[in-house]
């Protein structure tokens, strides 16, 4: 197995909300060239050529909508024997993915947005050895990396980290909804939350104890922490568990569609 790309420009197929906070990573840490394929888009990021050349690509990033994908790889076929293809999509298999790209080396990966600054976390999995190390080095270019073993873990994973961002997002909305019920007003409610939850992500980033001794050093015996707790903790666990489960089980419909 190759442990590099061939020789060629690589192609991100839909710039939208994933997709471009990829390349911009990607470009400033000089991979590529890159061609952004993306009908929405007048015209390519800064450092990046808009639409599709007439050499076939080393590399394929596919970041379109699942519901999509089978139309928009379409014209691939017959382009990309050999290439890397990168399938950022929920839900799509390897084995579908590489029934439509016949001889491409196909990558799974489910990164998440915090990737735009460099500190996403992103899934991978492949069953080609050097189509990994290419894969690698460009998701190392957005944060870390977790390689599964089993595609199959592809669903609970995008369950946690793939729309976890959206949920903590979600956490800050609530928790600054709370502060406005408390009596705060609309900004320092928010302020506060936000502030919260980007200093306490901050510290468990930084602070290399568990997350449940952190959780023990803001809690006072008898405390004011303590009474919050006390009311979160017994139906977060369960919840998290359905919000998981959902989002798992919407991954794996999606890729039926
Ligand atoms: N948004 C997120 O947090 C994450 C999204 N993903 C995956 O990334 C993919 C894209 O999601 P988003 O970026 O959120 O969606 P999006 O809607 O922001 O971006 C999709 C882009 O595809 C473009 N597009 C539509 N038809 C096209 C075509 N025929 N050829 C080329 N481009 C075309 C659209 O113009 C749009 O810019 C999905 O498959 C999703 O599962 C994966 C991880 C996280
Ligand atoms: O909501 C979605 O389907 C995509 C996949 C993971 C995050 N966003």
Same mark, same amino acid.
């Given at each position: ?13 839909? /710039? ?10 990607? =470009? ?7 061609? %952004?394929? &993306?009908? +929405? ?12 050349g ?5 590399? %394929? ?8 994908? !089978?139309?928009? @790889? ?11 293809? =990168? ?13 439509a790209?016949?001889?491409?080396? =196909? @990558? ?20 080609? +050895?050097?189509? #990994? &190390? ?11 990396? @977790?390689?599964?073993? $089993? ?12 729309s ?7 956490? =800050? ?6 502060? /406005? ?10 302020a *506060?939350? !936000? ?13 290399? +104890?568990?997350? $449940?001794?952190? #959780? #023990? !050093? ?12 006390? %009311?979160?903790?017994?139906? *977060? ?7 998981v +489960?959902?989002?798992a089980? #919407?991954s ?6």
């Amino acid at each position: 197995m190759r442990n590099e790309a061939r020789p060629g420009t690589h192609w991100l197929l839909g /710039c939208g909300n994933m997709g471009g906070a990829l390349l911009g990573r990607w =470009i400033a840490a000089g991979t590529g060239p890159w061609r %952004v394929i &993306d009908p +929405a888009k007048a015209d390519a990021p800064d450092g990046a050529v808009r639409g599709a050349g007439d050499d076939d690509p080393a590399v %394929v990033v596919l970041a379109v909508k699942p519901q999509v994908w !089978r139309e928009v @790889v379409a014209p691939l076929a017959g382009r990309v024997a050999g290439a890397v293809v =990168i399938s950022v999509m929920a839900g799509v298999t390897a084995a579908a993915l590489a029934e439509a790209l016949p001889g491409a080396r =196909i @990558v799974r990966a489910m990164p998440n947005t915090p990737a735009a600054i460099g500190q996403g976390v992103t899934g991978l999995w492949s069953a080609d +050895a050097g189509a #990994r &190390d290419v894969a690698g080095a460009l998701f190392e270019a957005a944060g870390a990396v @977790v390689w599964l073993e $089993d595609e199959a873990d592809f669903d609970a994973l995008t369950g946690v980290s793939g729309s976890g961002p959206a949920y903590v997002f979600g956490f =800050i909305e609530a928790l600054a909804a709370a502060g /406005c019920a408390a009596g705060l007003s609309d900004d320092v409610a928010m302020a *506060l939350a !936000r502030g919260t939850v980007t200093g306490a992500a901050a510290l468990a980033a930084n602070d290399p +104890a568990a997350a $449940d001794e952190l #959780r #023990r !050093r803001v809690t006072s015996p008898g405390g004011t922490t303590a009474a919050g707790l006390a %009311v979160l903790m017994p139906g *977060l666990g369960p919840l998290l568990v359905d919000t998981v +489960a959902a989002a798992a089980a #919407r991954s794996k419909s999606l890729g039926g569609e």
